[in-house]
C-alpha cells in the first residue's frame, strides 16, 4: 500500500532524476579517490615532492575521469530519450493505479493459462463448424446426385417416350 502512494504522489521527471542520481552515487563509490597516505603508500620508492604531484595528477584525472563518463551518460540519455520514456513510464503507472478495474498484479501463468483456454475453445468451435459445413457439403453432394439420378431416369423415360 505504500508503494502505490508513494507512486501516486511522484512526479513526472523522478523516476529519470532517481536514476541519473543512482548512477552518479554507483560512479562515486567507483571512483572514489583514497587518501593521500595510501596513495604514497604505493610509491615507497619516490621522493615526497615526487608523491604529492603523482597524488595532485591522480586527483585531477579522477575528477576528469567523473565528469567524463558523466558527460557520457547524460548524452546517452539524451539521445535514447530515457527521460520522454520514464515519464511515459509514470504515466502509465499513475493510469493503473488510478484504474480500479486494473488488477494490482498481472499472474503470467493465469494469463497464459486464459490464453491457452481460449485458443482451445476457439480450436474447437473451428472443429465443430467444419464438421457442422462438411456435414451440410455431404447432403448437398447427396441431393446433386439424387437430382442426376432423376435427370437420367427422366432422359431415359423421355428416350422411351419418343421411341413409343
Do not use: W
Not at 503470467?108 to 456435414?135: G, H, P, R
Amino acid at each position: 500500500m505504500e508503494m502505490e502512494k508513494d507512486s501516486r504522489e511522484i512526479g513526472i521527471g523522478y523516476r529519470h532524476k532517481k536514476l541519473k542520481t543512482s548512477f552518479k552515487l554507483g560512479l562515486h563509490a567507483l571512483l572514489t579517490t583514497c587518501s593521500k597516505e595510501e596513495f604514497c603508500k604505493s610509491f615507497p620508492r619516490f621522493t615526497q615532492a615526487e608523491q604529492e604531484r603523482l597524488h595532485r595528477l591522480y586527483i585531477k584525472v579522477i575528477v576528469s575521469l567523473h565528469q567524463n563518463i558523466e558527460d557520457e551518460f547524460e548524452i546517452l540519455c539524451e539521445e535514447t530519450k530515457v527521460g520522454n520514456i520514464l515519464d511515459i513510464v509514470e504515466e502509465l503507472v499513475e493510469e493503473q493505479t488510478l484504474d480500479p478495474l486494473y488488477p494490482d498484479k498481472s499472474n503470467f501463468k493465469d494469463v497464459a493459462q486464459v490464453l491457452s483456454t481460449i485458443k482451445k475453445n476457439e480450436i474447437q468451435n473451428l472443429a465443430t463448424m467444419l464438421e457442422k459445413t462438411e456435414a451440410e457439403n455431404q447432403v448437398l453432394r447427396s441431393r446433386v446426385e439424387l437430382l442426376r439420378k432423376q435427370v437420367q431416369d427422366f432422359s431415359g423415360a423421355s428416350n422411351a417416350l419418343e421411341k413409343m
